[in-house]
């Protein structure tokens, strides 16, 4: 089986995990057989001392 993988950044407003499983409908959009996801990294924005938008940086694993 041949797996490609390709990075992603997903954003939410609620959490991290929002911002991974929004990188991953982003991605199945265009990706077929997605197989398996590697967080990479958390980030967020903030303003006025609270978190407002969440980011995770993904690696996704897909075949054809």
Known sequence: MHVKVSELVGESGDSWKGAVQSAITE?????????AVEIVNFTA???DGRLVEYKAN???????
């Open 45 to 47: 924005n903030v303003e």
């Open 58 to 64: 993904v690696k996704i694993a897909h075949t054809d």
């Open 27 to 35: 991605a199945s959009r265009s990706m077929k057989n997605i197989v």
